[in-house]
């Protein structure tokens, strides 16, 4: 099982995940279409070159948000985790544009056991990506259900 148990973080810990992603143009069109959201910014490649300081198309910030979240998992929480308790703090402090890389790191930022299920604690991570140019441009923080460390 790759993701670690509740007792396996600490706070302070620091994840830098190998996997890395180039955006394409489909990956935004395909995102932004299937969640039926209409706006120009993702969709209009004329409507951006003519009213957007950008000049052209912007990256769904719902997709990079599941994007950054995705690449954290394999090596923090999959198989591991009983709910993904939510999302705080989501920010985009830089757009990303098509033909853009991403990586991404994960701190672990706190720790509390559940008080109502003694099974599970509670990791809280801080999820930070950045394109090519080594810029910030997604950030949150994430809430999740952890299994404990099996006994025996």
Known sequence: MAGLYFEEFHVGQIFHHAIRRTLTEADNVFFTALTHNPAALHLDEEYC???TEFGTRI???AF???LMVGISVGDTTLGTTVANLGWDEV???HPLFHGDTIR??????ELRESKSRPDN????FEHRAFN?????VARCKRSALMLRKPKG
């Open 49 to 51: 070159r003519e009213h």
């Open 59 to 61: 990256v769904n910030s």
């Open 64 to 66: 990079t948000l599941g």
């Open 91 to 93: 920010r985009f402090p």
């Open 104 to 109: 991404v790191e994960s701190e672990v930022i």
């Open 121 to 124: 604690g509670i990791t809280i």
């Open 132 to 136: 090519q140019k080594d810029q910030l």
